[in-house]
Every structure is written in structure tokens, then in C-alpha cells.
């Protein structure tokens, strides 16, 4: 039994049309996902915008309604839970996308960091205190930021007081939105490295949302590669960047810049290839609608989504 | 990347001024040297009537005296009397002051229903905000003036409170749908969801997050509906239809002048009241468009 | 648009049940009801019951509810106690002359709005825009009553240029070219006072938009291929700005409806606003009644009109 584990996930918008305003259809953001993940890994979702990634992060944390499916935590359906049973909510925490955004800019950090511990825990005001500040250093800023405000930082530090909320009730799992898109590339590397060292220090999991593949090959065990709502590919970070099945994910690995210049020459030209490759095998790989297939297994570490006649 | 970057700064910058609101707000009005007269006229007056309004004796003021009918103004009576042979000066402080407490409060009570009003469907959206704003929409057509003068004179035991609740009971809706449109902005950010996702409660967000982040619009929000307010209560009074003859405010002194001999010959009596209403009203409306410029951080001057 | 017109004429229904059904309760919370204004009180108890009786006044509410909105429907609003004549007649010339007031405010509203509007759009930061925008400053902050009495007491009494009340000189003949005259003399002053106040808001819309357009980009690149300056604003700017004010007069009518109260009442203009006021101090309730709901009425179609046309002319409402 996986720690966290999804089955056929469906998340569904109205389009709400006609002159009563009815549902007259549905946008499938999320359109039947699965995926498991193990403690202590980190499991990374790719896919381009609009595929449905942050939908499926968000419909874990509840943050978005869920249509059909499943989600189970450490043995535990979670999907529709309600009022006084959120107590799950505590082990699963997120951190945003937007630095900017997900602080409020009313308010001090002691106050942004100490909001969970004052929905959770019975503490004084000096215990809060002392708590916010350990948090504070274990993200790597100084105490005395406390009686700051969000804007006095930079974007990396801002991030780090976005972790420093996440992990003030010693979640389990911390679902990461773009955690780094929206920092400079200089502050990127740094703040995924002290990710990992949270990670290994406070035995985290993780969900990893990004549409950066070089990033997601940093991070991440495992990869799942979404497209409208759908897999197309899933497995180890070593089955899919070595080994990629679907022209879907060839094209997306296809497509990550080599550093070396002198691969320059050759790069193109494997991409002009899988280009190619993809122009004339779309219809293999896609549905009437452009959809994907179902997932078939091909190892026990590697799926793809392919039509059932292969 | 560029223009993502150009964004960032630019909330950074925006974000940077706003957790001293208050200041900027207090900042932009000294800066705007009209606001900042129209402030200091409205603290004189204000102080002015409620201390001054402590000595005066309202039924000695509303006493009526046969001997002193319609007296243009002179040493005793400094604004003349009206038909009663009432002072009108006397019943200035005293309108003023009843003017400018039936404004405050009505635009108190009528702030907090836009207020929890707002916040709740701009928060909750989906179907309460639907719901919601289908009320607000059906408030907003009615002929208000008409509706209040009707309840008005139908309302049993007809009093000051009575006055001022059926004015709020019309008078919550534009406030209200502006805090909404805002609440609504806000409530999108992440900062709303991640609060979400701390286990913090909705009632709790609104006030502690949402409110906050909202509150400098309110603030210039219930400015301008406090100018408004001393108008419609001045209107309706006016018309008959606000305060009695026995409570005189700002509007009562004008009603004198629905008679066509008072409106021509006896200026004395409503032509104060008059220009008292459009000054505090200008007044009022300086200092809210200061404010206005402050939240804005296009048109500040500061 | 269609979809938008349709949905939009949908919501006014529930909106009319409402509104109607508000009067409904104010009526019956008035004392009396619509017997007090039939039969005078000498009459005994029992041939009083009788009569309640055949006027359906012992019904459960919503019967009484049903034939009192048929009754409106088709025009009748019963009696009015004070005049002793059917309501429906009452009101009948009043709203000619509340029309008439209406029409000359908006067309004088326009009239102003514009120009001024455009003027200190074009110009803006110039002398005449700072004139300008000052008036409408002033006129936001001015109640309408304070500012049509002070121009009564100027024009009306001090330099007597107009007539101080009614909407005709007595004894001239309908129809006559001086009876028109002077209706419309006696119309001008309330008029003129509206819409000096109603304008001001027309004037600053038209003044922000003209200059939020002007620096848009289709006019930015309009005038670097060379377009004339006059051209720019004819073709371009004004086509953008001007349609949305033809829009806003349904809105207009709402905002005339508190308007006429006051004016009529303070120019003693035989409208239905001074109908209004005159049978709420005479407690003639039923002709409040009937006037009260002919206002919401024409509240709810004007907004119902401009809501349509502005989703013709700006088709991002159509979203919502």
C-alpha cells in the first residue's frame, strides 16, 4: 500500500451556458488519473499549462472539488472528507507557485509562519514565538525576520517563508506548485537544494508540479507526464528520460537545452527527427479527440499511454 | 519572463506601501492641500456643534414664542427666527449636529451589512454569490426615495432609530457590491488558499486575511457615503419625510423654505442650512477623494 | 445577444413579482383599505361588512394579491378617496406632464454632457478641463433640491424670468401656439435645474473614457500612420466613448424618478412626483400605491434598457 495514492482522479468544470444557465458541459481538467507514491519520495507531475497538474495537486488538498476517484492517504479515503475530519489536512501542506502572491501582504511573517501552529496547537505566545523562529532558521532566514513584513524580502526568501508555513505542522506530504517558476534561474538551484535538505531532514514526501523538465529530473524518483488531463507516460525519472515511449514525452525530452556547444549540431537534428516522428505518428498516439489512451504497462517501473491494438 | 519580472516588481512596489495603509491615507491628505482644509473645516464644525450643542437646551430652542415670529436676523436672534419664532441659529447647531449623527450612524450600519455581505459572497463566489447578488440586484431597482417616504409614514411609532433603519434598509447596496468585486480579487489569491490549506476557517479568513487586505477601499468607500447619506437625510427631511419639526436637523431648516414667501423673502431661515449642507458635503468628498487617490497607487500625489 | 436579452428580460420577472408584491405588503401595512375611500363613515357596520365582502376585502391575502396585480395590469388602481375619482384618471394627465419634464431633462442633459464631456476629455490638464472638471466636482457633492431651490429663488423670484409653479398659465386654450409656449416655459427652470445635477456624471464618464482611449494602442497607431487629429477623435475615440452614453439613458430615467419628487414638489409642477408626495401627506393610500409602483416599474424597465443596449454596444457585459 502506497502512502499517498491516487485512483482514477476526475475533476471536472461546468460550462455553465443557455439562457437558465445549466451545465451544458464539462472542461476535464483532471480526466482519470492515478498515480501512487511512497514515502520519503518525490513524485513529479509534468505536463504543459492547462494539462491538469495544479488540478490535481489542489484536488488532493481539497482545494478543488473532486468529480470521481479516489484519493487515499496512508490508508485512508480522503476524498470527500468534510468539517471536523480535515485532521488530515495537517500532514498534507502545499507551497505556491507565486512568492508574491501566497503571502499575505497585510501581515508579518510571525504571523504568516505561525498561522497553521495557531489552527492546530494550544500554544502560548511565547511558545509560538520560539517555534516560528527554529522554523525561521531551518529555512535558512534569521529570527529577527519575524516582525518583518513579505515585501522586505526577495523572492527566494519569500519562498523559504512559504516552506517555513508548510512545514510548521510537520506535514508528511508537501505538494509543490512551480515551487521555483517563478524565480530568477540564480535563486532556482538554491532553493530546490534546500528542498532536498528538508526533505532527507524532516523524512518529507513530495509532489512535485512542474512544467521545467530539467528541474523535475533534479527532484524528482518518479515522474508522471500529463497532457489535457491525461497520462501519457509515467515511471521512474530513469525510464522516462532514457528510455521515453510515447512521442508526447520524446518531444518534451527532445526539447531540453544540452549545455555543451558542440552537441549543438547534433541536437537540432535529433529534433528535427522526433519532430518529424511526431507530425506523421500524432494519430498513433492520440485519440479522435487528441486525447490520450489508456496506460498500458510495459515494465514494472514504466507505463505509456498507448492504443490498445499495440 | 521579462514582462513576468516587470510584474513581480510591480506588485513588490505595491505591496511594499501597503502595510501602512493608514499612513498613506494620512500621507495623501496632507499632501492635498484642499483635503487637508476641508479636514480641519470638518473637525472645527464637527467639535464646534456636538460642545456648543452641550450648553444649548433643544426645548428651549424648539419652544415656540408668538412674539418673536419670522425677526430677520439682529443682535439677539444672530440668524433670525423662523415662524414659530424660533431661533434658526440655535436650530443650526442643533441640525448640524442631529445631520451629522443620523449620517454616521447610518452609514456605520449600512457599511457593515455591505461589508459582511461582501465579503461573504466575494469569499464563498459560486452559487451564495449568485444568490446573493440576485438580492442586491432586485434592492438596487427599487425606487428608493419613494419606497423609504412610504415607510416612512406607514412605520408605527415613528422615531429617529425607525428613521435611520429604514434609510440603512435601502442604502447598503453600492457599497456592497463594490467590497464584493473586491473581496472577490482578493479571495483568488494564493494567500487565501494557502490559508485554506492551514485549516484556518472560513469566517476567519474573510476577517483576518480578506478584510484587511480590503479595508483601505472601505474606508474611502464609507467617506463618500457619509457625504450622501447627510444629503438624502437633508432631502428627505426636506420633504417631510426625515426628522420631525421637534428634532431639527439641516434638512428641517430647508423644509421652511418649501414656503414660497420664506424661499423669497426670508432668506435667514434656510440659505445657512443650505450652504452648511454643501460644505460639509464638499468637505467630506475632498477628504474621501484624497483618499481615493491614496488607494490607488497610479494617482497618488504623495 | 440574444441569449443575453432573453436571460436578462427573464431575471426582470421575478424582479416585477417582487417589487409588486413589496407595494403589496406596504398597501395593506397603510390603515384603511380601498373601501375607506368609497363610502363614508355614517354608514352602519353590517352593509359595511356587506360591501367588504363583494370587494373581495375578506379574501386570504394572495386572492387579494391575485386581483389587485390583474386590476393593475389592466389599469386599474381603484379609487382615490381625496379626488373621489378613479386613480387611473388621476394620474393620467400627471404623467403627461412628468413625461414632458422627463423628456426636456434628458435631451438638456445630453445637450450639455457632451460637449463639456468631450472637451475636457480632448484637452484634458487645460484651463477648460480644470473648469470643467470642477463643475462636476461641485455638482457631485450638491443635493438636487438645495441646488433647483437656490434657482428658484434666482430666476424664478429675484429676476422672475420664469414662472414659480404650475406647468401652464391659466386660462389659455389647449392646443394654441401660446399654451404650448408656455407649458414649455413652465417647464424649463425644473428642467434645466435636473439636469445641470444629472450631467455630471455623464460629463466624467465621458471625460475618463475619452482619455483611457486615447491612450490606447489602435488610436496610438492610427495616429502614427498619419491620421489627422480630427479624424483620430471622430472616427475613432468618440465612436468608442459616445455609445456607451447612449446606453446609460435607461439608467438616466432611474436616477430622474427621485429627481422629479423633489423638482416637482419644489416648482410645484402638477407631476407624479408632486402626485406622489401630495397623496402620502393626504394619506390617500391608494394613489401612493399606484404611483409607487408605476415608478418601480419604469425603474426596472429602464435598467432592463440599458442593460440590453449596453450589451449591444460593449459586448464584454454579454460574459457575465
Redesign the interface.
Given at each position: 500500500m502506497a502512502f499517498l495514492e491516487i485512483k482514477d482522479l476526475k475533476v471536472h468544470f461546468p460550462i455553465k451556458g443557455g439562457i437558465f444557465g445549466r451545465t451544458v458541459d464539462h472542461i476535464k481538467a483532471v480526466d482519470g488519473v492515478s498515480l501512487a507514491v511512497e514515502k520519503g519520495m518525490t513524485y513529479g507531475l509534468v505536463g504543459e499549462s492547462g494539462s491538469g497538474k495544479t488540478t490535481t495537486g489542489r484536488a488532493v488538498l481539497g482545494l478543488n472539488k473532486v468529480t470521481d476517484g479516489k484519493i487515499i492517504y496512508n490508508g485512508r479515503d480522503i476524498t470527500s472528507l468534510r468539517g471536523s475530519k480535515l485532521d488530515y489536512r495537517k500532514d498534507i501542506q502545499m507551497i505556491f507557485q507565486d512568492p508574491y502572491s501566497s503571502l499575505n501582504p497585510k501581515k508579518r511573517v510571525l504571523d504568516i509562519v505561525s498561522e497553521p501552529l495557531k489552527n492546530y496547537e494550544k500554544l502560548s505566545r511565547q511558545e509560538i514565538k520560539k517555534r516560528v523562529q527554529e522554523l525561521l532558521e531551518l529555512v535558512g532566514l534569521s529570527p529577527e525576520s519575524i516582525v518583518k513584513y513579505p515585501h522586505q524580502f526577495s523572492g527566494g526568501q519569500r519562498q523559504r517563508i512559504g516552506v517555513a508555513r508548510a512545514i510548521a505542522l510537520k506535514p508528511k506530504i508537501i505538494i509543490a506548485d512551480e515551487p521555483v517558476s517563478a524565480l530568477d534561474v540564480s535563486v532556482q538551484a538554491q532553493v530546490l537544494n534546500f528542498m532536498q535538505d528538508i526533505q532527507s531532514e524532516l523524512d518529507l514526501t513530495y509532489i512535485f508540479i512542474s512544467h521545467d523538465l530539467g528541474v523535475i529530473k533534479h527532484m524528482c524518483d518518479h515522474i508522471g507526464i500529463m497532457y489535457r488531463g491525461r497520462y501519457v507516460e509515467e515511471g521512474t525519472t530513469e525510464a522516462i528520460f532514457n528510455d521515453p515511449q510515447h512521442i508526447y514525452t520524446k518531444r518534451l525530452v527532445a526539447a531540453i537545452p544540452d549545455i555543451n556547444p558542440r552537441n549543438r549540431e547534433k541536437q537540432l537534428h535529433f529534433r528535427q527527427e522526433v519532430e518529424t516522428e511526431y507530425e506523421q505518428s500524432y494519430n498513433d498516439y492520440f485519440d479522435e479527440d487528441g486525447l490520450a489512451f489508456q496506460l498500458q504497462t510495459i515494465s514494472d517501473k514504466h507505463s505509456v499511454a498507448l492504443p490498445e491494438r499495440s | 519572463m521579462e514582462v513576468?519580472?516587470m510584474e513581480?516588481e510591480a506588485?513588490?512596489q505595491e505591496?511594499?506601501q501597503?502595510?501602512s495603509?493608514l499612513i498613506i491615507l494620512w500621507r495623501e491628505i496632507v499632501r492635498d492641500k484642499l483635503a487637508l482644509v476641508s479636514l480641519i473645516f470638518l473637525v472645527l464644525i464637527t467639535t464646534f456643534v456636538y460642545g456648543i450643542a452641550l450648553f444649548l437646551d433643544q426645548s428651549e430652542i424648539i419652544k415656540v414664542d408668538l412674539f418673536a415670529i419670522h425677526e430677520p436676523p439682529s443682535k439677539e436672534f444672530w440668524l433670525g427666527t423662523d415662524y414659530g419664532g424660533r431661533d434658526v441659529f440655535g436650530q443650526l447647531i442643533i441640525g448640524t449636529r442631529n445631520s451629522l449623527s443620523i449620517g454616521i450612524l447610518v452609514t456605520l450600519m449600512t457599511g457593515v451589512i455591505a461589508i459582511v455581505f461582501g465579503l461573504v459572497a466575494g469569499y464563498f463566489g459560486g452559487a451564495v454569490d449568485n444568490i446573493l447578488m440576485?438580492i442586491l440586484?432586485?434592492f438596487?431597482?427599487?425606487?428608493?426615495?419613494?419606497?423609504v417616504?412610504?415607510?416612512v409614514?406607514?412605520v408605527p411609532k415613528y422615531s429617529i432609530l425607525s428613521f435611520s433603519l429604514i434609510m440603512t434598509a435601502f442604502l447598503w447596496m453600492g457599497k456592497a457590491r463594490l467590497f464584493r468585486a473586491k473581496a472577490l480579487q482578493e479571495s483568488e489569491?494564493?494567500?487565501v488558499?494557502?490559508?485554506?490549506?492551514?485549516?484556518?476557517?472560513s469566517i476567519k479568513i474573510m476577517f483576518t486575511?480578506v478584510f484587511?487586505?480590503i479595508y483601505s477601499i472601505i474606508i474611502v468607500a464609507m467617506t463618500l457615503a457619509l457625504?450622501n447619506n447627510i444629503?438624502?437625510e437633508?432631502?428627505l427631511s426636506?420633504?417631510?419625510?426625515g426628522f420631525p419639526e421637534s428634532t431639527p436637523s439641516l434638512g428641517t431648516l430647508?423644509s421652511y423654505?418649501?414656503n414660497?414667501q420664506t424661499?423669497?423673502y426670508r432668506?435667514w431661515i434656510?440659505l445657512p442650512a443650505?450652504i452648511l449642507?454643501?460644505l460639509i458635503?464638499?468637505s467630506i468628498?475632498n477628504v474621501g477623494e484624497a483618499l481615493k487617490r491614496a488607494t490607488d497607487a497610479r494617482q497618488r500625489r504623495g | 445577444m440574444w441569449k443575453f436579452t432573453v436571460r436578462r428580460m427573464l431575471i426582470m420577472i421575478p424582479q416585477l413579482i417582487l417589487l409588486s408584491l413589496l407595494i403589496f405588503i406596504m398597501a395593506q401595512m397603510m390603515p384603511g383599505d380601498a373601501l375607506t375611500g368609497l363610502i363614508d363613515p355614517s354608514v352602519d357596520p353590517e352593509t359595511i361588512e356587506q360591501q367588504r365582502e363583494k370587494l373581495g376585502l375578506n379574501e386570504p391575502w394572495h386572492v387579494q394579491y391575485a386581483d389587485w396585480v390583474s386590476g393593475a395590469v389592466q389599469g386599474d388602481f381603484g379609487q382615490s378617496f381625496r379626488f373621489k375619482m378613479p386613480v387611473t384618471d388621476l394620474m393620467m394627465e400627471r404623467m403627461i406632464n412628468t413625461f414632458w419634464l422627463s423628456l426636456v431633462t434628458l435631451i438638456i442633459t445630453y445637450i450639455i454632457s457632451i460637449p463639456l464631456g468631450i472637451t475636457s476629455g480632448r484637452y484634458n490638464d487645460t484651463w477648460a478641463d480644470q473648469a470643467i472638471t470642477s463643475y462636476t466636482y461641485i455638482g457631485f457633492a450638491t443635493p438636487l433640491f438645495i441646488f433647483a431651490l437656490v434657482m428658484l429663488w434666482i430666476f424664478g423670484f429675484y429676476f422672475g424670468w420664469f414662472p414659480t409653479g404650475g406647468s401652464v398659465k391659466p386660462g389659455l386654450e389647449p392646443g394654441t401656439f401660446e399654451y404650448i409656449l408656455s407649458r414649455f416655459n413652465h417647464l424649463l427652470l425644473p428642467a434645466i435645474s435636473m439636469s445641470l445635477i444629472a450631467t455630471v456624471s455623464t460629463v466624467q464618464y465621458l471625460r475618463n473614457d475619452i482619455i483611457d482611449t486615447k491612450q490606447k494602442d489602435f488610436i496610438i497607431t492610427a495616429r502614427s500612420k498619419g491620421a489627422p487629429e480630427s479624424r483620430v477623435y471622430n472616427r475613432h475615440i468618440l465612436r468608442n466613448s459616445l455609445l456607451p452614453i447612449a446606453a446609460f439613458f435607461g439608467y438616466e430615467l432611474t436616477g430622474l424618478i427621485g429627481g422629479t419628487v423633489f423638482v416637482e414638489t419644489i416648482f410645484s409642477y402638477p407631476g407624479m412626483g408632486q402626485l406622489f408626495i401630495e397623496s402620502i401627506t393626504l394619506r390617500d393610500y391608494s394613489v401612493v400605491t399606484a404611483t409607487t409602483l408605476l415608478f418601480g416599474v419604469a425603474a426596472v424597465l429602464g435598467t432592463l434598457i440599458s442593460d440590453i443596449i449596453l450589451s449591444i454596444v460593449d459586448p464584454r457585459i454579454r460574459i457575465k
Open positions: - | 513576468n519580472n513581480m506588485k513588490t505591496s511594499s501597503s502595510p495603509g440576485r440586484d432586485f438596487m431597482v427599487l425606487p428608493f426615495l419613494m419606497i417616504i412610504v415607510f409614514s406607514i489569491l494564493d494567500y488558499q494557502a490559508a485554506r490549506t492551514l485549516g484556518t476557517p486575511h484587511p487586505n457625504a444629503g438624502l437633508s432631502g426636506f420633504l417631510g419625510f430647508m423654505a418649501r414660497p424661499l423669497e432668506w434656510w443650505a449642507i454643501l458635503m464638499l468628498r | -
